[in-house]
């Protein structure tokens, strides 16, 4: 059967329709009063916010500033929860990283957050842990996990910040893991736990799904 003239134009204007939604989705988002967007850090010309690319399997999560719990549990001396502010009020640091999404895309920016062995250092993590799952809610039941000897060598830091931006719901607020050498998958956003853990077997959403669960950027992307 021939494609005529009637089912060409439906296609035609659904596809353009489609497209004016997905275009119409780029919301411009309004940080806290007072932010500035960083254009430049450490001579380094950053992608602008509104550009960098963005990732989520179940859509944007909305999580509510002052009711947010971050628990930090299992082979730990003592289990933490810290707040929002509790995040903000450790040492914050600023780097500056190129976030590489496995389809290709990527962007460079400013991250400022504080570093995971500060709160490390005050859970008391178990000399046995060796793995670091990092649970979402859009993926409770383990997003993705690290290598602790990973997390301590490069000491991996959490961006509560992007070109000094507070993070939009849509880029993972409160925070993203700042997965540095790592693809994309692996720098897990709205975190409400995180676990010390001896499960080395353990593989989060994509890598189940057959992507890489070392996932270094110039390693493969798939097993
Ligand atoms: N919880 C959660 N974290 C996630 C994702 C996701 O779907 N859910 N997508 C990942 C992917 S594939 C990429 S490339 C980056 C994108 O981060 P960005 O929103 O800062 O660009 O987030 C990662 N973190
Ligand atoms: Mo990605």
């Known amino acids: 059967m021939s494609i005529n003239r009637d089912k060409l134009?439906?296609?035609l204007s659904f596809f353009l329709i489609g497209s004016l939604v997905l275009v119409g989705c780029g919301e411009e988002y309004v940080p806290p009063a007072g932010e500035v967007e960083a254009t430049e850090f450490q001579g380094v010309e950053l992608t602008p916010m509104r550009l960098q690319g963005n990732n989520a399997l179940a859509g944007t999560q909305?999580?509510?500033?002052e009711s947010y719990v971050l628990t930090v549990n299992g082979l730990t001396d003592n289990a933490v929860t810290l707040s929002y502010q509790d995040l903000l009020d450790l040492p914050q640091q600023s780097r500056l990283i190129t976030l590489h999404c496995v389809e290709g895309w990527e962007f460079v920016a400013k991250v400022t957050g504080p570093t995971m062995a500060s709160i490390f250092a005050l859970a008391g993590v178990k000399a046995e842990a060796d793995t670091v799952i990092f649970y979402t809610t859009d993926?409770?039941?383990g997003y993705t996990s690290l290598?602790?000897?990973?997390?301590q060598s490069q000491d991996i830091m959490l961006a509560l910040k992007i070109n000094d931006l507070t993070l939009p719901p849509s880029r993972g607020f409160p925070f993203q893991v700042?997965?540095?050498g790592k693809y994309g998958y692996k720098w897990a956003k709205w975190v409400t736990r995180i676990e010390l853990s001896t499960d080395t077997?353990?593989?989060?959403?994509?890598e189940s799904?057959?992507?890489?669960?070392n996932a270094d950027i110039t390693g493969p992307r798939f097993d």
Do not use: H, K
Not at 147 to 151: F, G, S
Not at 209 to 213: K, Q
């Open 9 to 11: 134009g439906l296609f």
């Open 209 to 213: 799904r057959g992507f890489n669960n």
């Open 178 to 180: 700042v997965a540095v």
């Open 147 to 151: 290598e602790l000897a990973y997390i």
């Open 62 to 65: 909305s999580i509510d500033r």
């Open 139 to 141: 993926v409770p039941e």
């Open 201 to 206: 077997a353990f593989r989060g959403y994509w």
